[in-house]
């Protein structure tokens, strides 16, 4: 004899295991996760000049994800069509994707995007605040200069090198966006390829 609340309750139970199934299969198939390599920490070794001095430290820049491609594609309409500020605009409310860390502090990444270059991938890294890597920079006489922009070059290895503006502006490129201008020292940016 069959029992209705039996049954009932193994057919809720079988739907919630084949929601939950569906859900980690969509998770781990959705785009910018560890399938092509996101998420990624890359710990930098990162160099300025002050002076005749060079200071190294290390700068830590942790992407859960690429921006979504409809989400870049507002930002780079509000750069095109209204300019920097219409590129600030548009970067600020969307979601973070990680951030990156220098022994000064701290800033909130909302835009990140990989490309080909000559059989090598350029990583482009936007916060929408500033990111002071020497000691005594600060922002009051840099308006206008809002973001931190970090442009890594990939080589096959997994090694990169390149360099973060922590106080810069961005214009159109062909493949996205490209460091304008910057009122903060530049730093160079050196990541190791990942052991093996």
Same mark, same amino acid.
């Given at each position: 004899?069959?029992? @209705?609340?039996?049954?009932?309750?193994?057919?809720? &139970?079988?739907?919630?295991?084949?929601?939950?199934? &569906?859900?980690?299969? +969509?998770? #781990?198939?959705?785009?910018?996760?560890?399938?092509?390599?996101?998420?990624? &920490?890359?710990?930098?070794?990162?160099?300025?000049? *002050?002076? /005749?001095?060079?200071?190294?430290?290390?700068?830590?820049?942790?992407?859960?994800?690429?921006?979504? /491609?409809?989400?870049?594609? %507002?930002?780079?309409?509000?750069?095109?069509?209204?300019?920097?500020?219409?590129? $600030?605009?548009?970067? %600020? @409310?969307? @979601?973070?994707?990680?951030?990156?860390?220098?022994?000064?502090?701290?800033?909130?990444? %909302?835009?990140?995007?990989? &490309? /080909?270059?000559?059989?090598? *991938?350029?990583?482009?890294?936007?916060?929408?605040?500033?990111? #002071?890597?020497?000691?005594?920079?600060?922002?009051?006489?840099?308006?206008?200069?809002?973001?931190?922009?970090?442009?890594?070059?990939?080589?096959?290895?997994?090694?990169?090198?390149?360099? $973060?503006?922590?106080?810069?502006?961005?214009? /159109?490129?062909?493949?996205?966006?490209?460091?304008?201008?910057?009122?903060?020292?530049?730093?160079?940016?050196? +990541?190791?390829?990942?052991?093996?």
């Amino acid at each position: 004899m069959r029992h @209705p609340v039996r049954e009932k309750t193994m057919r809720r &139970t079988s739907a919630i295991a084949a929601a939950v199934t &569906t859900s980690a299969l +969509v998770w #781990f198939a959705a785009p910018g996760h560890a399938a092509n390599g996101y998420p990624r &920490t890359l710990v930098a070794e990162a160099t300025a000049a *002050n002076g /005749p001095n060079k200071i190294t430290a290390v700068v830590t820049i942790k992407i859960d994800r690429l921006v979504e /491609p409809t989400r870049r594609q %507002r930002v780079l309409d509000g750069l095109k069509y209204n300019g920097y500020q219409g590129f $600030m605009n548009a970067l %600020r @409310p969307l @979601p973070v994707i990680g951030s990156i860390a220098s022994p000064n502090g701290n800033v909130k990444v %909302r835009y990140a995007w990989e &490309t /080909p270059v000559e059989n090598k *991938n350029r990583l482009v890294i936007v916060a929408d605040k500033p990111l #002071f890597f020497l000691p005594g920079e600060s922002a009051p006489s840099r308006a206008g200069y809002e973001l931190t922009v970090v442009e890594l070059i990939f080589d096959a290895s997994g090694a990169a090198t390149g360099t $973060m503006s922590g106080a810069a502006r961005v214009k /159109p490129a062909p493949d996205g966006i490209v460091l304008d201008d910057f009122a903060a020292v530049p730093v160079t940016l050196k +990541v190791a390829a990942p052991l093996k």
